[in-house]
């Protein structure tokens, strides 16, 4: 099964509002990526952390790899329709000379106008 | 740079028969990736090539599944005798192959549903 989990499972946001999604990781990672999938999409990627208590910004998205290495967190402020969809966190974890990432079930988000 | 390609994109078949899939990474990326996604999940992992070498396999790859990148670009994933628990979507994935953290661009998936 995963290692890595993900919450809340689902997030229903009023437009504008800011929400905040959440993965913790059972083994120490090498770094995190998150990834978006549309409805009928697939996965894209939109950002690696790589170092402890890293925080990276894009636009309304902020997200934050954990001092220990072991969870992350991506908030999103001033919510918009066009951030429906499914985030996904991925922890790498290094084997030999490359890295298994390991994804959470994501975190769906439906925006109400 | 087009992408990650794959094809077909869906594929409905019946339980008992055979499906190939196929992926084609980005150009020059060395490193090729399949997992498997099921409804309300994340993508799993399943094989993973560096150029032609099939370094890694899930245990979730049983002997029913067998996948080949014979000139180290485009692979393939063939199911054998395929069961409705086959359901899902199969998405490859490529990477440069530069470092150990090297970003893996998604194809679009093929979705394959077994009856």
């Known amino acids: 099964g995963q290692q890595v989990m993900q919450i809340p499972q689902y997030q229903h946001v009023q437009e504008g509002e800011d929400f905040t999604t959440y993965c913790n990781s059972s083994?120490?990672?090498?770094?995190i990526q998150w990834y978006k999938q549309r409805p009928g999409g697939h996965p894209v990627f939109l950002i690696q952390?790589?170092?402890?208590?890293e925080v990276k910004k894009q636009k309304r998205l902020t997200f934050q790899f954990g001092e220990a290495k072991k969870n992350s967190s991506l908030h999103i402020t001033a919510t918009q329709t066009t951030d429906v969809g499914t985030y996904f966190c991925?922890?790498?974890?290094?084997?030999?000379?490359?890295?298994?990432?390991?994804f959470g079930a994501g975190t769906q988000v439906v925006v109400t106008p | 740079d087009t992408g990650v390609s794959q094809n077909p994109r869906h594929k409905i078949t019946k339980r008992g028969q055979n499906v190939t899939f196929r992926c084609d990474p980005i150009?020059?990326?060395?490193?090729l990736y399949w997992y498997r996604q099921t409804l309300g999940q994340g993508p799993e992992f399943l094989t993973y090539?560096?150029?032609?070498?099939?370094?890694?396999k899930s245990r979730l790859l049983s002997d029913r599944f067998s996948a080949e990148r014979p000139k180290g670009s485009f692979s393939t994933l063939e199911i054998q005798r395929t069961e409705q628990g086959d359901s899902a979507m199969y998405l490859c994935?490529?990477?440069?192959?530069?470092?150990?953290?090297?970003?893996?661009?998604f194809g679009p998936g093929t979705r394959l549903t077994v009856l």
């Open positions: 994935a490529s990477s440069p192959g530069g470092g150990v953290t090297d970003t893996q661009y």
């Open positions: 090539f560096q150029n032609e070498a099939q370094l890694e």
């Open positions: 083994t120490t990672l090498s770094n």
């Open positions: 952390l790589v170092k402890s208590g």
């Open positions: 150009s020059e990326h060395n490193r």
């Open positions: 991925a922890g790498l974890v290094v084997t030999d000379s490359w890295g298994k990432l390991q």
